[in-house]
């Protein structure tokens, strides 16, 4: 009679020989094999099982690599500075430091429950001076290397947060953190240069292996496209309007211009009976994000009054402003052709602005259209260019443009420079001293980190001030060039600064002088796997991206791409929404390790669904999970001491086990290879009941491959099969093929093409025996004369009777 399984002294035991006898030891023989979770911000409600999927699957994949021969970089650290850990220092009432640590604290006990194999030697913390000292060492570097500039521009401010936002950081024309909808402000602000990296970021996509939807929303953020500048001449004036377009070869469509709100000449442009009507439009476009700017459908504008002239054909265009246009893209100026762009056939349509249709389906024009033509075609009412096919016109005019002075051919970008202040006390101090006579000047290397000073109050102050410009003593100091009296930088870092680098800082987390050995960057350097939610997808990814490709430059690690695989995991959700506490409908893991074990959670987070997907959280169906672990439990008990010879049965069972376990896992169909489990546990179960027990071997190999997922009950079954080391120090099972074969398979027995009957054969029977057997199944149905018989091997036999 089995041991009953009690899962809290067996995960009690182990976690406490795995304290002893760690099972991931770096013996300098083994390849190294990275893997990293996304870590996490510290949050005051802890973790609950959304966020244990992702580190069950880390881990689940770090004690496979175990068992396949390797030593892993398997860490765990916090991204503790930034607008989620203050926002919650505020509603708690307590100064963010506090809180901070006893968030990391709690969730820290709460991921020990996984029984994960994170190296805690390496922990970072983005708020330790001794990390962000090289934080901050990469922005001055960035600096030096004209990366890192001020700029006085209309920012996204966030009236809650109180701080600017990086474009990034609006999601559908509210703050990503609180929700607030995002304005517009005025502010002096630090810019990071990441358009200077957009082509090496654009093209290095498809060097990665990552998710094809996550390659394409950086491609399509990026967004890089290919057209011309053209000058508008302003009729009655000495002003010219520069406009960028993708599609210089619709020129004479051109019905129309728009201004952005924001651009230099909107208001300067104004007819002075418009100008009272255009002042007032500029104004209310201001309190509007970028973002909803995009998104709205309804479009709205002002005319200006006045009329640009179409340099092609020299008809007068009338020159509107509209939201729609960005100040930031292109130059801020567009040529219209609502004949072939639905913005503009939209807005044309409000303002009862003429359409002209300049491409045609055969050439043959629609004096009806009811909306925006936007496929290929030829060209018409297009003077000379009339007759040529619209993508030989899109790809030559341009160059056409550009030889008679009228355009010049470029390339533009979505991609925006990185708004980097934040107006918050919560993180890292921009290393920058501001001087009458030197202008902005770095903190001197040597001299960090430059501390974020201790303070009471810390609250946002909502005039676009950082809470540190009230610090007089901090604030003030002396020019580190000429020494005269200067003033510190008092905007702070945005919590990307650190998450930027981080998994860079692990493999040296304790060196004092450099940022990373280059004797261990080359060794450990870059990450393998990298598991995290999709919604970092631009965010972070594209950040760590452009640091790591700038680090490379310098010369501080010598690849280009930070992750060489990504996976993204699915979130869990419960009553149809994503968990959370405001939501009411976070379900925490502690209650369910206490009553189930840790290893039934693990097991079911991944029977849940499909990785990569969403899944509906059902705490009922761990109840399933926890049998299948007890019938497990008691089979390898009830026949670990039987001495039971492998027969050929068992042997085949085994290996299309392995092969089938395996190709899934490698696969991450990490659900299937659960239920893979289940079917071959009631697959044992039926050759006990045919051959009295089970093979040693075969037990062996099920709680090998069961290792990585339920690692506690793994290491007890092992034990119990008279094994003294840890399963961790086995190597993972290989199948063979031959052993998988059948014996005997099934095959058809066809008449002219239809199946009569089936009948079991060798597996490698010869033809004529197959046949013979074939005929033999069908005697009494071959009533005609055989013209023919054809055996097709492993599957049918056919008769051909006439």
């Known amino acids: 009679m089995a041991t009953p399984y009690n899962h809290k002294e067996i995960e009690k035991k182990w976690r406490k020989n795995w304290e002893a006898n760690p099972v991931n030891v770096n013996d300098g023989k083994k390849p190294k094999y990275y893997c990293l979770d996304m870590f996490p911000y510290p949050s005051g409600s802890g973790l609950h099982v959304g966020h244990w ?46 809180s901070t640590a006893e968030n990391v604290a709690n969730i820290k006990k709460q991921i020990n429950e996984i029984s994960a194999i994170y190296d805690w030697d390496m922990e970072v913390n983005t708020t330790d001076p001794e990390f962000y000292k090289w934080t901050q060492w990469i922005f001055v570097k960035m600096f030096k290397a004209g990366l890192a500039y001020e700029k006085e521009m209309p920012i996204n401010w966030c009236p809650s947060c109180k701080t600017g936002l990086a474009n990034e950081e609006v999601v559908n024309g509210s703050c990503e953190r609180c929700g607030e909808t995002v304005t517009k402000k005025n502010l002096k602000q630090w810019m990071l240069k990441i358009t200077a990296y957009a082509d090496r970021l654009l093209n290095d996509l498809d060097k990665l292996d990552w998710p094809e939807k996550v390659k394409k929303m950086q491609s399509d953020w990026i967004g890089k496209s290919y057209g011309a500048e053209i000058d508008f001449e302003v009729d009655g004036t000495d002003e010219k309007v520069k406009v960028y377009t993708t599609r210089p070869d619709t020129l004479y469509g051109a019905t129309f211009m728009v201004l952005a709100p924001e651009h230099a000449l909107a208001a300067k442009l104004a007819a002075p009976e418009q100008k009272a009507e255009v002042e007032e439009y500029i104004t209310k476009s201001s309190m509007k994000s970028s973002v909803d700017r995009l998104q709205d459908k309804e479009k709205t504008g002002v005319f200006t009054g006045r009329y640009a002239i179409n340099p092609l054909n020299q008809a007068k265009v009338p020159i509107w402003i509209s939201d729609y246009v960005l100040a930031d893209y292109g130059t801020g100026a567009i040529m219209c052709v609502p004949a ?61 443009l550009e030889s008679r002075g009228i355009g010049k051919k470029t390339t533009n970008y979505k991609l925006r420079d990185w708004v980097f202040s934040r107006q918050r006390y919560w993180g890292e101090p921009i290393p920058i001293v501001h001087c009458d006579h030197c202008g902005a000047v770095p903190v001197p290397e040597e001299e960090l980190p430059l501390l974020l ?30 020494g005269a009296p200067a003033k510190r930088e008092t905007n702070t870092m945005p919590q990307w600064a650190g998450s930027s680098w981080y998994f860079l800082r692990y493999v040296d987390s304790k060196n004092k002088e450099e940022l990373v050995s280059k004797e261990k960057a080359e060794k450990y ?139 899934r896992l490698e696969s991450f169909s990490l659900n299937t290879v659960v239920s893979g489990f289940m079917e071959y546990n009631n697959k044992f179960h039926d050759i006990i009941k045919s051959q009295g027990g089970l093979d040693k071997e075969t037990l062996e190999t099920a709680v090998i491959l069961l290792a990585p997922f339920i690692p506690h009950v793994a290491e007890e079954l092992w034990m119990q099969l008279g094994h003294t080391e840890s399963v961790f120090q086995e190597t993972w099972p290989e199948y063979d093929e031959e052993k998988m074969k059948e014996s005997e398979i099934e095959i058809a027995v066809q008449i002219n093409g239809k199946t009569k009957t089936v009948v079991m054969i060798n597996a490698d029977e010869a033809k004529d025996t197959a046949i013979a057997k074939a005929k033999e199944a069908i005697a009494d149905k071959l009533t005609g004369n055989v013209i023919k018989e054809i055996y097709v091997p492993g599957k049918i036999v056919n008769i051909v009777m006439k």
């Open 525 to 663: 350097l870059p990450v393998d796997m990298y598991i995290g939610g999709v919604e970092h997808a631009v965010l972070h990814l594209l950040y760590s991206r452009f640091y790591t490709k700038f680090l490379n430059d310098i010369g501080i690690v010598d690849f280009d791409e930070p992750f060489t695989k990504l996976f993204n995991q699915g979130m869990i959700g419960k009553n149809g929404a994503k968990m959370s506490k405001s939501k009411g409908n976070v379900v925490s893991p502690d209650d369910l390790v206490r009553d189930y074990g840790c290893d039934s959670l693990r097991l079911y987070e991944l029977f849940v669904g499909p990785p990569e997907l969403d899944s509906e959280w059902d705490d009922r169906g761990i109840d399933g999970v926890y049998r299948f672990i007890n019938r497990f439990w008691n089979l390898v008990y009830d026949n670990k001491d039987k001495g039971i010879k492998a027969t050929d049965e068992m042997i085949k069972t085994r290996h299309k086990m392995i092969y089938d376990i395996t190709s």
């Open 340 to 400: 072939h762009d639905d913005r503009d056939f939209d807005f044309a349509t409000k303002f009862n602005i003429p359409i002209i249709q300049v491409i045609a389906k055969d050439g043959v024009e629609n004096r009806d259209l009811r909306e925006a033509y936007t496929e290929p075609g030829v060209m018409i009412n297009s003077g000379e260019f009339n007759g040529m096919k619209s993508d030989d016109a899109k790809r030559d005019i341009p160059g056409i």
């Open 53 to 98: 999927r992702g580190y069950v699957i880390s881990d689940v994949w770090s004690r496979y690599k175990i068992l396949k021969g390797f030593y892993i970089i398997h860490p765990m650290g916090w991204d503790a500075f930034g607008l989620p850990a203050e926002n919650y220092a505020i509603k708690m009432g307590v100064h963010p430091k506090k």
């Open 453 to 482: 000073p201790e303070v009471d109050h810390y609250q946002p102050t909502g005039t676009g001030e950082s809470p540190l410009a009230d610090i007089h003593e901090w604030v003030n100091t002396t020019c580190p060039v000429c």
